[in-house]
């Protein structure tokens, strides 16, 4: 299993480092294989073998050949390429805005649409949305995430916060850093709670046995907290509303799994069943609160559970 971070790289400020520490159960494994599997991105083995022949993964700070083969300790940096030709098109695509200004936007993303471009999603995303919509939008994630301060997964729906300037993101990111903005989802998880509320408390880093999920280990992970309080009970299910301190990768839906209570819906750690289904995993952000960042003003916005997850509760409620 391997730690990922992210880290500011000095050739370019708007180049983003991954960096990889190599587990005694990666040993061995080719660096071209280990970096596709290790990466949330959807890449191409052929395609990261250009990146290490171009010089963009530097294994304990050296370039190395795509069939060098991993050690257990090793520190696997990937320096990202900036994309050639990147070309992101404005698109008129419909967007549930809750507040702007000259500083931030805030929308109602709907399930199933993507935050940024990014392999096998170069259109429809907020970012095209936010292209169309905004005159200006900040530049500190570079071309393909103009504006994006956050982000919520494909599947689940609810409010967003965007940057309209470079000073206002900067002003959102430290808030999130600090864990100062507040976030509150609601979700129906299977099975019936056995407490009214509470807090996991457990850290959260890559599944060793698959790299494009998350798991609680204590093995170079991250401090996760997620507080949560039943709202509703159906014998099988559960609504639950969760309240984030931190805010990692998949934390709700690695969270809920790991106290026996996956996702209705979640097709990564949920299980499938005849009598609960859904598109996508059944979680929506439904509170967003945060301090302006030019007047200093705390401002709050909540978002009604969309008509799918409403579906599914009328499903339960009349069973």
């Not at 509320?197 to 457990?202: L, P, R, Y």
Request: aromatic content about 4%; hydrophobic content about 35%; glycine content about 6%.
């Amino acid at each position: 299993m391997m730690n990922q971070e992210h880290v500011s790289d000095s050739m370019s400020e708007e180049r983003e480092t991954l960096v990889f520490v190599v587990s005694e159960q990666d040993a061995k494994e080719r660096i071209d294989k280990y970096i596709t599997e290790s990466i949330e991105e959807e890449v191409s083995r052929s395609q990261v073998q250009l990146w290490i022949k171009d010089g963009h993964v530097l294994v304990n700070g050296s370039a190395i050949k795509p069939n060098y083969k991993c050690a257990a300790g090793d520190t696997v940096a990937l320096i990202m390429p900036e994309p050639e030709g990147v070309d992101i098109v404005p698109e008129d695509i419909p967007l549930d805005v809750y507040y702007e200004d000259a500083d931030v936007i805030v929308i109602n993303k709907p399930r199933g649409m993507v935050v940024h471009p990014a392999p096998g999603h170069a259109s429809g995303t907020v970012v095209n949305a936010l292209m169309h919509h905004c005159k200006d939008l900040s530049g500190i994630n570079g071309e393909l995430r103009p504006g994006i301060v956050h982000r919520i997964d494909k599947d689940t729906s609810g409010l967003l916060m965007a940057a309209k300037n470079d000073r206002a993101h900067v002003s959102l990111a430290e808030q999130l850093k600090e864990h100062s903005v507040l976030r509150k989802y609601v979700a129906v998880v299977h099975g019936n709670l056995q407490h009214e509320q509470g807090t996991i408390d457990a850290p959260i880093g890559r599944n060793e046995h698959d790299r494009k999920m998350y798991t609680v280990t204590e093995r170079n992970s991250k401090h996760a907290v997620t507080h949560f309080k039943v709202l509703e009970r159906f014998g099988d299910a559960t609504l639950v509303e969760l309240q984030l301190e931190t805010g990692r990768t998949h934390q709700i839906r690695v969270h809920m799994k790991f106290i026996g209570h996956p996702l209705v819906g979640d097709p990564m750690y949920s299980r499938v069943t005849k009598s609960l289904k859904m598109e996508g995993q059944a979680l929506h952000a439904k509170l967003l609160g945060f301090k302006h960042p030019s007047t200093g003003e705390l401002v709050q916005f909540e978002a009604p559970i969309p008509e799918d997850m409403e579906h599914l509760l009328m499903t339960l409620r009349n069973r």
